[in-house]
């Protein structure tokens, strides 16, 4: 194979093309490293909109720093031929994921989307809008590492748009309704419709929307109501169902208002935990059974043959209410500084996504606030690899028990030694404003010693008391 230059670069195989440039694989001569080179040739490059659009993606590249979205390298002009390296996404697409198996299960689907999710919401805080989200743009690395990628469609929200007014620009089957029309400008939630197509043609291994030619296609978008997904995958849960049919809705205002938004509930169901407001207090129905007792017994009387106390039940009953509370309030008071949580909780604290084991710490954080402990699953988290999950671990020690003396030399050390600034300013905004103690976990043993101290009434007076009580009720006659 014959080798081209463009030096520092060496250029092997071509492994991509488009209207926006031509992708190589090339080698970096100073370190041998491979890298993704994308060309805008000298002849695509004299359409002056074209090569504007290829200038924003370097700069929009340039400034987007994230784990999930490809990593650019700069770029240049030579000659009149623009070029730009990148990082090289070597595992595939999602698109030919589905192509390969059909279609992905759901529960493989949301690991996917959430790290999609994780990129969209980087670009979209940075004011960027991508415009071409598909599952051809979705790359992944060879251990799976999702990547968004193509910014060559991708427009500032602030900015002038470079596409003239009412002139369609994207990939159809994923376009919003404003995206074709174009007589709303596009925004977050444009992409999120696409992102909506995306997720729907990885659980169904084809688009929401499909015609014979671009226009039919279109209107589509623009009129038919979509596909409802868990009428087409049979297995897929309704919850999952109402996230896709959200962000397919034709109206932006009833879409999701932002990817953290999907994130979140796509979160619960990946962690297979719904967070739900509380009930209130359990109401214990009375029994409609009416007691009735003899008013003329005596203590005396209320004897068997054998010398046992006719109303022995409702002293084991009582005597058993009052061990019980009694263990529970010593369990409150002798419980260990630290604990393990369940499985499915486990599971989020242990999600490849630092998104979802954020998530999954702020769920946890209440309970374990109440009790005063801090989960061993959340203490580890302190030095993961994502400062955004390290940051979320300190905040959550400082909530969860904020007097001991422990978590304050964790907090110091975390300000002093942390190497991301946004983990310091957390340690430090803990330390300067520690939370103010729970009252809950007092309560708790409060409630434990009083009801201790009431079973164990009940035990002494609880027979004669229910005696007296019954008596006043008339017999039979």
């Not at 589509?220 to 309704?238: F, M, T």
Request: proline content about 7%; aromatic content about 6%.
């Amino acid at each position: 194979m014959e080798h081209r230059w463009i030096w520092p670069f060496e250029l092997e195989e071509q492994i991509g093309a488009g209207a926006m440039g031509v992708v190589y694989r090339a080698r970096f001569v100073k370190n041998d490293r491979r890298v993704a080179l994308k060309l805008l040739p000298a002849e695509i490059a004299a359409d002056s909109t074209l090569a504007a659009r290829f200038q924003r993606e370097m700069e929009v590249l340039k400034d987007l720093k994230h784990p999930h979205i490809v990593h650019s390298f700069g770029g240049l002009c030579e000659g009149k031929q623009w070029f730009y390296a990148m990082e090289l996404i070597d595992g595939g697409t999602v698109e030919k994921l589905i192509q390969a198996s059909g279609r992905i299960r759901w529960q493989d689907a949301i690991p996917l989307a959430l790290q999609t999710c994780a990129a969209l919401e980087h670009a979209h805080s940075r004011g960027v809008v991508h415009r071409d989200v598909k599952p051809g743009n979705l790359l992944l690395n060879r251990s799976g590492k999702l990547k968004l990628g193509d910014f060559g469609l991708a427009t500032m929200v602030s900015e002038s748009k470079l596409t003239a007014a009412g002139k369609t620009v994207g990939s159809l089957h994923y376009m919003a309704p404003e995206q074709i029309t174009g007589k709303t400008p596009v925004s977050p939630r444009t992409d999120l419709y696409a992102f909506g197509c995306t997720l729907f043609e990885m659980l169904a291994g084809k688009p929401p929307f499909a015609g014979a030619a671009a226009g039919e296609l279109l209107q589509k978008h623009l009129k038919s109501p979509a596909p409802v997904i868990s009428e087409i995958v049979l297995d897929c849960p309704d919850a999952l169902a109402r996230v896709v049919a959200k962000l397919l809705a034709k109206k932006p205002d009833d879409r999701y208002q932002s990817a953290a938004e999907v994130a979140a509930d796509l979160g619960e169901l990946e962690l297979g935990v719904v967070v739900k407001p509380s009930r209130g207090s359990l109401v214990v129905p009375k029994s409609s059974a009416k007691t009735v007792a003899t008013p003329e017994a005596s203590d005396s009387e209320q004897m068997t043959t054998s010398g046992i106390p006719r109303n022995w039940p409702s002293r084991a009953g009582w005597g058993v209410a009052g061990l019980v509370a009694f263990i529970f309030a010593i369990r409150e008071w002798n419980r260990p500084s630290h604990q393990s949580i369940g499985p499915e909780a486990r599971a989020g604290l242990q999600s490849p996504t630092p998104e979802v084991r954020q998530f999954a710490i702020r769920i946890l954080t209440p309970d374990a606030a109440a009790n005063g402990h801090i989960p061993d699953d959340i203490n580890r988290l302190l030095s993961d690899s994502s400062p955004l999950v390290r940051a979320e671990a300190v905040r959550a020690i400082s909530r969860i028990a904020p007097d001991d003396a422990s978590v304050q030399g964790t907090l110091t050390r975390m300000l002093n030694s942390d190497e991301d600034p946004k983990v310091r300013e957390a340690a430090n905004e803990a330390l300067a404003h520690p939370p103010e103690r729970s009252t809950t976990r007092v309560m708790g043993y409060v409630v434990s010693v009083l009801a201790a101290l009431l079973a164990g009434l009940a035990l002494w007076r609880g027979p004669r008391w229910i005696r007296h009580i019954l008596a006043q009720v008339p017999g039979d006659k």
